[in-house]
């Protein structure tokens, strides 16, 4: 497990061992590829981003990421692959699953809720650190160790 500073100020840590916390998930963060290229969305308030967010009453996690990246970017992803972890330590702290996926297809929708759709993104992450058109979600560890574990993990292929 790794502990960091995140770009609000917050202490997260991460894990890559599911279940390593004593609180249950209701939020989730899909990193989705789409024919090479990575598929984020433009959040209206936060800039780009992966897409995700909270689970609803009933849904499991896997169903949130299924459900969460087809509204925020038209992506239609069919087995979520849980990476890990990480708590956020909020006024009320949280805990957000980790998904890897691969999109099928994306499709055109006349609205994407609080985003506005698919952004395809074939760049190196390291460099978007200072670019404000990026979400403070994009700019911490956690995205860096994910990828990195997906990459470890030979998911990409």
Known sequence: MEQFIDENGKQVEISFEKGRFQQESYHVLVLCRYKG???LT???KRGLEFPGGKRE???TLEEAAVRETYEETGGVIK???CIGEYK???HSPFIKTIF???AEE???KEDYLETEGAVLWSGDFSSIHDDPSFSFIMKDQVVDLALKRIKDLNLMI
């Open 57 to 59: 009453k009933g849904e």
């Open 88 to 90: 956020v330590y909020d």
């Open 79 to 81: 087995e979520p692959f």
């Open 100 to 102: 890897f996926a691969k």
């Open 42 to 44: 433009r959040h209206k």
């Open 106 to 108: 994306i499709i055109n």
């Open 37 to 39: 290229e990575w598929l």
